[in-house]
């Protein structure tokens, strides 16, 4: 990134010219994101769906990638400038890596995040948002952690789940009543699914599980064993089983009154 | 107190080349083959954190001998290159013949450059491909020439007896463990043919490996991985190992000789002959 700025400044996200804005810029917007850890590591997962105003852009965005070998970054807002900030993200992991023969810390990559966020107020100003969550395995502490981001820069990790984007509000609300701190991989991945389908069921800008196109949501685990991406089959049955049971329950599974 | 006024360029360059030779030739040599899956990287080197070998990008590692601040000055040179390449166009974009081109440029000019002192490095950067076909190793002297290498290279003090060595031996299609022992033998004969025992904990191995699921093909082959491999082939490969050695004491020892004599001075001077070596 230095060296990027030093001699292409023009590359980076942030020195780009900006446009002039004559009403509401209409551009895809990511929605909705969750993190959830568990005594094995950390689960993020992200629905399928990107908006313009009221029309769905896209039906199979991705918007969660590997940041390196133990952590990964999803991100809500703005789908153009947040896959590109993924992407100098991980490069500028790489490249620490490659450089300096040994990994950033866990806290290291989630502040190196957050400058790049700040970077980008001036846009985020003019409505051109990006707010990620990046999650990561410590490879000192051994666990997983989650951390969210505002805005302007403002790094806070989140103890058990977390929430960002459109849909965000429905999906924190569902992982309060279904999160325990003893789930297992399987539990935490069902988990994620339900809160993304509480979230698509309340939010139009989010998507739910397209059985017709086989588009299901991305579901990224990482542990000791580093980053690891659910393939579809398995993102497949875990969608059609949490689908199942809504046929019968089409509010999801309920929660005890006291 | 004869101050020289005029020294023929001839004279200039061969002074250089001859600097920078022996520099090199201080180090220790480092060998680097194909073998069915990939390409090793092998090396004596008692150190675990100044490596020798490194990663460039996804297919493209690097190897060096010489003086270390000058290769990790340029290892550091080629990660930034490969990177910003990368990032402005794609991933498939970067290359090794792109990057040796750009150690060439660097070398030569620094080669050439009165107001500099020439680099004692040694460089290889290999590419993995899909197929052993599509593998690519380019060997960069300190001048800032390329050479296109094919099966086996090595660089480093003692390195025209160990290629020697090492092409006679070197077959298409060797597994990882076969390919470790015979660069281990061809590591552990001394400039006076002798053979010493290499301990596994001097030894720095590396691999870029086409079968390797993630994107990022280099890996460092470490501790219990290292050791196993070291045993397995010793195990299963003692009877195949036997005969190419007993056979090779011969010919390797006219190995250097050969290339030498056309070659340069230099080479002579570190071979069978120089007690200081």
């Known amino acids: 990134m230095d060296f990027l700025s030093a001699h292409q400044p023009e590359m980076l996200p942030a020195n780009r010219a900006l446009p002039v804005v004559q009403g509401a810029l209409e551009v895809p917007h990511g929605t909705t994101i969750v993190g959830v850890t568990y005594p094995g590591g950390v689960v993020l997962a992200g629905d399928r769906r990107a908006t313009m105003g009221n029309v769905i852009a896209q039906r199979d965005v991705e918007k969660v990638f590997p940041a390196d070998e133990y952590s990964a970054v999803a991100m809500a807002g703005v789908a153009g400038l947040g896959i590109e900030m993924v992407k100098l993200f991980q490069l500028e992991l790489e490249h620490f890596e490659k450089v300096e023969g040994t990994t950033l810390s866990l806290e290291g990559k ?36 989650i951390f969210t981001y505002d805005v302007t820069g403002g790094r806070s990790e989140e103890h058990g789940f977390a929430a960002t984007g459109s849909g965000s509000v429905y999906a924190r609300g569902a992982m309060k009543k279904l ?6 991989e399987e539990q935490v991945t069902t988990l994620v699914v339900q809160a993304l389908y509480d979230a698509a069921d309340d939010d139009s800008a989010t998507g739910g599980p397209d059985m017709a196109r086989r588009i299901f949501p991305l579901i990224a685990v990482i542990g000791e064993d580093g980053f690891r991406r659910l393939s579809e089959a398995e993102s497949s049955e875990i969608a059609r089983s949490v689908l199942e049971r809504r046929l019968e329950q089409p509010d999801g599974p309920r929660a005890a009154l006291l | 107190m004869s101050t020289p006024f005029y020294v023929s360029p001839q004279q200039a360059m061969a002074d250089r080349a001859e600097y920078a030779r022996k520099g090199i030739a201080r180090g220790r040599s480092l060998v680097v083959l194909q073998y069915a899956d990939g390409i090793v990287f092998v090396g004596e080197n008692p150190s675990r954190a100044l490596h020798k070998f490194s990663e460039i990008y996804d297919r493209i590692g690097f190897a060096a001998a010489g003086k270390y601040n000058e290769y990790e000055n340029l290892r550091i040179g080629g990660v930034r290159y490969a990177d910003l390449r990368g990032y402005t166009y794609d991933r498939d974009d970067v290359t090794a013949r792109g990057l040796a081109n750009v150690y060439a440029q660097t070398l030569g000019t620094i080669f050439s450059s009165a107001a500099e002192k020439p680099y004692e490095v040694e460089l290889v950067v290999a590419e993995v491909g899909e197929t052993p076909e599509g593998d690519q190793i380019y060997r960069l002297p300190h001048d800032g020439s390329i050479v296109d290498e094919h099966g086996s290279v090595a660089v480093g003090g003692n390195a025209e007896q160990i290629s020697g060595y090492l092409d006679q031996r070197h077959r298409d299609g060797m597994t990882l463990a076969q ?16 053979e010493r025992e290499i301990p596994a904990e001097r030894l720095e191995v590396a691999v870029l490996d086409r079968t390797r699921p993630q994107q990022r093909k280099f890996k460092r082959i470490v501790g219990q991985q290292l050791a196993r491999l070291l045993e397995a082939e010793g195990a299963s490969q003692e009877p195949a190992g036997e005969g190419p050695q007993g056979a ?13 004599s056309g070659g340069s001075k230099d080479e002579g001077a570190s071979g069978p002959d120089d007690p200081g070596a």
């Open chain 1, 179 to 184: 999160y325990r701190d003893d789930l297992t």
């Open chain 1, 110 to 145: 989630a502040n190196r995040l957050s400058t790049m966020i700040r970077s980008n107020l001036s846009m985020a100003m003019q409505g051109l948002a990006v707010v990620p969550i990046f999650a990561g395995w410590d490879v000192d502490r051994g666990k997983g952690r």
């Open chain 2, 179 to 194: 390919a470790l022992k015979l660069a281990v033998q061809a590591l552990s004969r001394d400039t006076n043919g002798s």
């Open chain 2, 248 to 260: 090779g004491s011969e010919a390797s020892s006219d190995g250097p000789d050969a290339p030498g």
